[in-house]
């Protein structure tokens, strides 16, 4: 048998998805004996788990435990090749004798390497391969990286740890805030640009839809939230087209692949860990606390933060089992976790258990069941965009004068919009139910050591509740909500998913090693939701019965998508591997005409230094091209369709055509991705580095085309230009010291890209309704246009009008209803347009810098830095404050001071600067210490007696500090964050960034851990 | 190594069985295809009873801006600064105000044609009166939206079904196609009388189609100074009976126009001089109006609170039954039969409790007395046509045609006319109809001396 890297990689395959074989054709030889060892972290280090130890040239293999121990069975007897290998490690290949019984080799030290082309990936073919095969740059992030990042979701987990991806926490609600995943910029306008997420070979369901107005466009939570970050083996993520392309009309924004724990061989093996954390505001926001109103006379204010906010309490909970023999493997574990949110009366409560199994069910023939269930119960408030109910909102909304304390039991309304935060605190009750399923069944055939079988079935089951309960006289506003409001609403989100795959592994001649693969992926999503509304709330009861007016509706949504794929792979001396693929794939949202679309790719990978001691220990070069698409959200499912709708009247039903046209030619959006790149590793792999540079042309862009409203339509979804992304990604991993008694490591990721709206077949438009921003072709997406201040065209100093106020551009009063006016007061022509483009949400880069330091192999020290640089953002909050009714904010603190006060601003200053967009542009750059945190392990013999590998106890922090100039809560916080585009969402598109309107803040969090074994 | 094939046969052909049932055409069950509906009979009826909804909305929608631009409504406290400035005769390109009634407008008219297009293609599945009361509804409603646009741009777009880039024409082209529209209503329902089946199901309750018909014609026939036929057609419209009383009917949980527009960003109410301009012994405010001293707008218009459409439920007249006896007594002038004018104007003059049957506006006046002159009449018809139609958009066309239009009042000062001209075009239909772009058509320039006339094309 040859012994060269693609029939590796067909075993790897094999070991990948199944991880244990125990072969026949070993079986049947009489002389066996069982290997046993230990791996470890370089010489005399801790145990490292998972790592693969297989004997080469057969199909036994096993995976180590928590401690790092191994047995690997019925191995034959004789000289035999031990090979042990995980992500993030060098590999170890290590000859040994095997003899009958037992045999102990003793311990294995594997070195940390950030190269590693040996690492097996996946790579979206469901066959998996080895790095150093793959002409395209995939990030892996591993268990250690996860569970020390303690956070609270998975990606909340992986933010600063992907360059090329921007992790945005786009709120601070409870429950992880909602995560939105930006791999190499913005890439649709339409489809959402949040990448596929994959659980085991299970397409699911990240859907950010609120089922109520939880205050239009805020970003409570994402689906993601649901998985618990602890049962995480590792994460895949694919960055781009030509990596993802065989995820054909899907993969355009990414594929991110997340593999659960597998469990070990041997003794049932427990784990146990309990965290217990606080959160708190990071910093207040001034408002105006002058003691005295317009007309001088004293009035008492009030700082309303105090009583919204408060210190959040936080735990979580988790045990797992695990262990098994050569026929079964089984990883169990259960997970509570219950976090109260800063602003009082929001919480989020998950609690799941995940049972993994593995069995071998012939001798060729394994099969492998994961089944997850969660539930999770959020009570949250309204936040973000104003609404007549929103907590951050009345708080930006309401004038500081206002005594808001509740007198006899009556809570005073603000003045004019919104309502009384402490009465949406203690009265309006915003509850969700999540009750989730994700199960898996996956059967592995090998009928011969080169050829593969593999079929998964998934399921995504997501039954999900929201209720809303407004009491009566709870808002200010139109009659129904003022008469209190009872709503519930059920959403059943199913994905069923079924892949098959076969693969065949040949060597026709000499040096080349080929392989087939040939695949075929069915998914089904379906989404149904039903609501129920009342008003006229009776005085008791919150429940929809509780009403007197009421309304319904009900919806019904179903995308299948039907793709056949096929790759060869070429490899030459283990060096130079070529890879050539195609998927053609339908999707039942594009017209019949247009539906099946070949996606293909091609790569190259050579490796030119392979392991070498000495300065240079690696270089691979490599390049991919290939393209994608991507599918309208489930929102616009049916846009092929010439549809009517509903307008009944006089109480009849009655149709009239939708103002939306269908558009029966539609289909999916392509975009076309080459890369270039290399990973070197210099000095003995003390440094090591990942370069990749990219382009993307994203074509036939799907967005709203307007349509003449004469015709009685107004828009159809069709396609509108194109889009460009190209960047610079860098990983660099520096191993600093290594010694005995400290080592430290330092690893920093670095991602600039530029995008710019190449084209555009309709007229430039702004994307997020009502809000100042812009689709315009030669710009990028999103940019900032509206008002600004005029300027003197020779000066250039700021125009101001005879009380000393800004000139709006837009604004008649201010700049002349005539051009001839216009000029007239810029001295020239420069402020010719009413409006201008004056921003841009988009970074100019994004890095990170993690640093790691262990002390006496005992105690370790890591801190994150997680930066976003040169994007700007548009704080509508403090906007929102600075004029009418609110005038609240800091600033108009001057406009109340007393004339002859050189810091008195003139009457109507920030009502002027309230209509210039320009004024409330800000740099967005900030750099978060992500995370801070030490770790100790006791191991005393006391303590190992009752806890096999010792106590770790780790004090961390995430979000601790913030470097920078933005003025509003948090600048990470984004209204448009989590571009929801579920059933019954507000249209918005993935290009809405940088609005900072009412956001929920992220708050600083404190936590202290244990992690026990036993 | 055959057993083996045997199996990835069997493997081979489990895929395909499992992939022959993922059926990739999906059918929408949230809404019916256009085929759906446009093929089955229920479907045709079910687009008869869509478009008098669309009718509500854009008659809705022009009643609330004309009454803004002119001196009738003003904001609410809550509302956007679009409908402030609006109230003070400044409508920027652009805004809701002036897309509303334009797009509004022309979703009707889609429906209509879309009936239209119905009837005929399912011509042999109706009853001649069926179809006949099908298309004359059709006609008529189609006719009444594009009349509405014709009061509220200078130039229209006329023939738009299945156009993909419709062109505009002014009022001498535009005013007879609507006139002929609503012809073609009437020759429709002379020809064949529409069946019973039709008015009990089709046609929505309170409606009167022939009276509908009827009152269109004459309104029409006035604006193009046709005094015969409206004297004609407001002769034929009926003058007692629940039948003299057309109206839209919004049962719960729909709601009326205005008092969807009552509260809110985009909150109205009626400018407390609409009463307080009136004569002393004049009644009519009482059925709009509750009678306020302290309700005050936005920019400090001074208001009266609605009093009829305080009730959401409460039904909202096509047409004020009046404005026939007006049109009448107009046509009589014109035609110098000053007498005759003046009995017409004084029936409606002296309209009163229990009148003639219907929930209309009551003046409760005195007759004029002494014979007027032919102007004293037409001055005393504007005045009359100021109270009683009240809230109907007409104002705006009385105060353009009379060259009334006093242009922009900045608040506080009180408009008593119309505002502006015409409103901007549509911004919706300019960024996708290559004839409506900015340089193709112009916004129309407003007058520049007041009080001013308005030019129609």
């Known amino acids: 048998m040859s012994s060269s890297l693609v029939r590796r990689g067909a075993l790897l395959s094999a070991l990948a998805l199944a991880s244990f074989i125990h072969a026949t054709s070993v079986r049947a030889q009489a002389a066996t004996g069982v290997v046993r060892g230990h791996v470890t972290e370089g010489s005399g280090g801790r145990g490292i788990p998972e790592v693969q130890v297989t004997i080469a040239g057969t199909r036994i293999g096993a995976i180590t435990n928590a401690n790092g121990d191994f047995a690997l069975g019925a191995v034959p007897t004789g000289a035999r090749t031990l090979d042990a290998r995980r992500i993030g490690y060098q590999p170890v290949t290590r000859a040994i004798s095997v003899n009958a019984g037992d045999n102990d080799v003793g311990s294995i030290a594997l070195n940390v390497s950030a190269v590693n082309l040996n690492e097996v990936v996946v790579t979206g073919t ?813 191991d005393a013999a006391i303590v190992r007696r009752y806890f096999r590998d010792g106590v770790d106890l780790t004090l961390s922090g995430r979000n601790l500090y913030v470097w920078t100039d933005y003025s509003g809560y948090d600048p990470e916080i984004n209204l448009f964050g989590t571009n929801a585009g579920g059933v019954g969402s507000v249209q918005t598109t993935a290009a809405d960034r940088g609005f900072d309107f009412g956001g929920y803040p992220i708050p600083r969090t404190w936590s202290l851990s244990a992690r026990f074994t036993f | 190594m055959r057993m083996m094939k045997h199996r990835a046969v069997a493997v081979a052909a489990l895929s395909v069985v499992t992939l022959g049932a993922c059926n990739l055409d999906i059918q929408n069950p949230n809404q019916p295809t256009q085929e759906q509906v446009t093929t089955s009979p229920e479907g045709v009826i079910a687009l008869a009873t869509g478009l008098q909804g669309r009718f509500a909305q854009s008659y809705g929608n022009f009643a609330y801006m004309a009454g803004l631009v002119t001196d009738e409504f003003a904001s609410t406290s809550a509302a956007l600064i679009s409908i402030s400035d609006a109230e003070q005769g400044a409508v920027p390109s652009g805004t809701g105000i002036a897309e509303n009634v334009f797009n509004s407008v022309y979703r009707t008219v889609r429906t209509a044609d879309d009936l239209l297009a119905g009837s005929v293609a399912l011509a042999s599945q109706f009853d001649a009166g069926t179809r006949s009361g099908i298309r004359a509804l059709a006609f008529a409603l189609k006719a009444e939206a594009l009349g509405e646009a014709l009061q509220s741009y200078q130039k229209i777009p006329i023939k738009t079904y299945n156009v993909t880039a419709p062109t505009y024409v002014g009022r001498s082209e535009a005013l007879p196609y609507v006139r002929a529209l609503i012809d073609s209503a009437a020759a429709e329902i002379a020809a064949t009388p529409p069946s019973a089946f039709f008015n009990t199901t089709i046609l929505t309750p309170g409606m009167s189609l022939p009276n509908i018909i009827q009152l269109f014609r004459a309104r029409y026939a006035r604006m193009a100074n046709d005094d015969a036929t409206a004297l004609a057609a407001a002769n034929a419209v009926a003058r007692t009976g629940p039948a003299a009383l057309s109206v839209l009917t919004f049962p719960s949980p729909t709601v009326n126009f205005y008092a969807n527009v009552t509260g809110g960003t985009n909150g109205i109410a009626p400018r407390r001089q609409y009463r307080t301009s009136m004569q002393a012994a004049d009644q009519r405010w009482a059925y709009f109006v509750a009678p306020s001293t302290t309700l005050t707008g936005r920019v400090g218009a001074l208001l009266d609170p609605w009093l009829r459409y305080a009730n959401p439920q409460a039904p909202l007249p096509v047409y004020m039954p009046d404005e026939a006896l007006l049109i009448k007594a107009e046509a009589l002038t014109h035609q110098n039969q000053l007498a005759q004018a003046q009995a017409v104007l004084d029936s409606v003059r002296t309209d009163c409790t229990g009148g003639r049957g219907l929930d209309d506006p009551k003046a409760c006046l005195p007759p004029l007395g002494a014979q007027l002159t032919q102007q004293q009449l037409l001055d005393e018809i504007y005045l009359q046509r100021k109270y009683e139609l009240f809230g109907t958009g007409l104002r705006w066309e009385d105060t353009r045609r009379l060259g009334a239009i006093i242009g922009p009042v900045a608040a506080p000062a009180v408009p008593t006319s119309g505002q502006r001209c015409w409103l901007p075009y549509a911004v919706g239909d300019r960024n996708a109809n290559p004839n409506a772009t900015f340089t193709a058509l112009p916004d129309p320039t407003e007058p520049s001396t007041f009080p001013s006339s308005c030019t129609t094309s």
């Open chain 1, 126 to 938: 469901g066959t998996a391969t080895e790095k150093r095969a793959v002409g395209t740059s995939i990030a892996t992030v591993d268990s250690a990286l996860i569970s020390r990042a303690e956070a609270v979701t998975v990606d909340q987990a992986m933010q600063g740890k992907i360059p090329g991806a921007q992790i945005t926490q786009n709120s601070g609600s409870p429950g992880g805030g909602g995560i939105s995943v930006r791999l190499r910029g913005t890439n649709s306008f339409i489809s959402g640009s949040d990448p596929l997420y994959i659980v085991d070979g299970v397409i699911i369901d990240n859907g950010s839809a609120q089922l109520a107005d939880l205050g239009i466009r805020s970003n409570p939570q994402n689906r993601l939230a649901d998985l618990n970050p602890d049962d995480i083996e590792h994460i895949e993520v694919t960055r781009g087209a030509a990596a993802a392309a065989l995820y054909g009309s899907r993969a355009n924004n990414g594929v991110v692949q997340i593999f659960t724990k597998r469990g070990t061989i041997g003794k049932a093996h427990y784990t146990a860990s309990t965290r217990f954390s606080y959160s708190q505001l990071r910093e207040q926001q001034p408002f105006n606390f002058y003691p005295f109103n317009e007309n001088g006379i004293a009035v008492n204010r009030y700082n309303y933060q105090d009583s919204i906010f408060h210190r959040a309490p936080a735990n979580e909970q988790n045990l797992t089992v695990e262990g098994g023999n050569d026929q079964t493997r089984y990883y169990i574990s259960g997970n509570f976790a219950d976090e109260q949110g800063i602003m009082r009366s929001t919480s989020s409560r998950r609690s799941g258990a995940r049972v993994n199994l593995q069995q071998q069910l012939a001798s060729k023939l394994i099969g492998n069941i994961t089944a997850n269930y969660v539930t999770t119960h959020n009570e949250l408030q309204a936040f973000g965009e104003q609404n007549d109910y929103g907590i951050m909102g009345s708080l930006f909304f309401a004038p500081t004068s206002v005594n808001f304390s509740p007198t006899n039991g009556i809570y005073p309304l603000p003045p004019s919009l919104g309502t009384n935060p402490l009465l949406a605190i203690d009265k309006i009750r915003n509850p969700q139910q999540i009750d989730r399923f994700i199960g898996s069944a996956k059967l592995t055939w090998t009928p011969l050591t080169n050829v593969l079988f593999d079929y998964t079935l998934g399921l995504d089951n997501t039954g999900f509740e929201q209720r809303q309960f407004v009491p009566r006289n709870a808002v200010l506003g139109t009659a129904p909500l003022a008469t209190g409001r009872s709503q519930s609403v059920f959403q059943s989100s199913r994905v069923i998913n079924q892949d098959g795959v076969g693969s065949y592994t040949w060597n026709p001649i000499g040096p080349f090693d080929l392989r087939t693969t040939a695949g075929v992926n069915y998914t089904d999503q379906r989404i149904r939701m039903t609501s129920a509304t009342a008003n006229g709330l009776a005085p008791v009861g919150d429940l929809v019965s509780a009403g007197s007016i009421f309304a319904a509706g009900q919806t019904d949504v179903e995308l299948r998508t039907l793709g056949f794929y096929g790759q060869q792979e070429a490899a030459w001396k283990n060096k130079l591997f070529l890879t050539a693929g195609v998927r053609y794939d339908a999707s039942s949202t594009f017209a019949p005409s247009e539906r099946w679309q070949a996606f293909p790719k091609f790569s190259a990978s050579y490796v030119v230094v392979d392991n070498k001691p000495g300065a240079l220990n690696n270089l691979r070069l490599r390049s991919a091209l290939g393209w994608a698409g991507s599918q309208p959200s489930i929102v616009n499912a049916y846009s092929q369709f010439i549809t009517f709708t509903q307008l009944p009247f006089a109480g009849r039903p009655g149709f009239v055509n939708d103002v939306t046209f269908g558009n029966p030619n539609l289909k999916n959006e392509r975009a076309r991705e080459w890369e270039v790149g290399a990973d070197v590793g210099f000095l003995e792999g003390r440094v090591s580095t990942e370069a990749t540079y990219y382009n993307r042309l994203v074509s036939d862009l799907l967005f709203f085309k307007p349509l003449p409203t004469s015709t009685g339509f107004s828009r159809q979804f069709a396609p509108i230009g194109s889009m460009s992304n190209k960047g610079f990604e860098l990983l660099l991993h520096t191993q600093n010291l290594d010694r005995q008694s400290v080592s430290w490591s330092s690893t920093i990721t670095y991602a600039h890209n530029k995008n710019l709206v190449e084209s555009l077949s309709i007229q430039d438009f702004q994307s997020a309704g009502g809000y100042p921003n812009r689709i315009r072709a030669g710009y990028p997406a999103g940019v900032f246009y509206g008002s600004y201040a005029a300027r003197d065209c020779v000066t250039g100093a700021l125009l101001l009008d005879s009380l000393g106020r800004y000139r709006r551009s837009n604004q008649t009063v201010d700049m002349g209803a005539t051009l001839a006016q216009r000029h007239a007061i810029s001295n020239g022509t420069c402020n010719d347009s009413l409006n201008a483009i004056i921003g841009d949400p988009n970074p100019k880069w994004t890095g990170s810098l993690l640093n790691e330091v262990t002390l006496m192999r005992r105690l370790r020290l890591r801190m994150l830095l997680d930066g976003v640089f040169g994007n700007q953002i548009m704080n509508l909050s403090t906007r929102a404050q600075n004029a009418g009714i609110a005038s609240n904010s800091h600033s108009y603190e001057r406009e109340l001071l007393p004339y002859g006060d050189p810091r008195k601003l003139a009457p109507g200053f920030n009502a002027r600067t309230q209509g210039i967009f320009q004024y409330w542009i800000e740099d967005g750059t900030f750099v978060k210490l992500r995370e801070l945190a030490a770790s100790y392990t006791i």
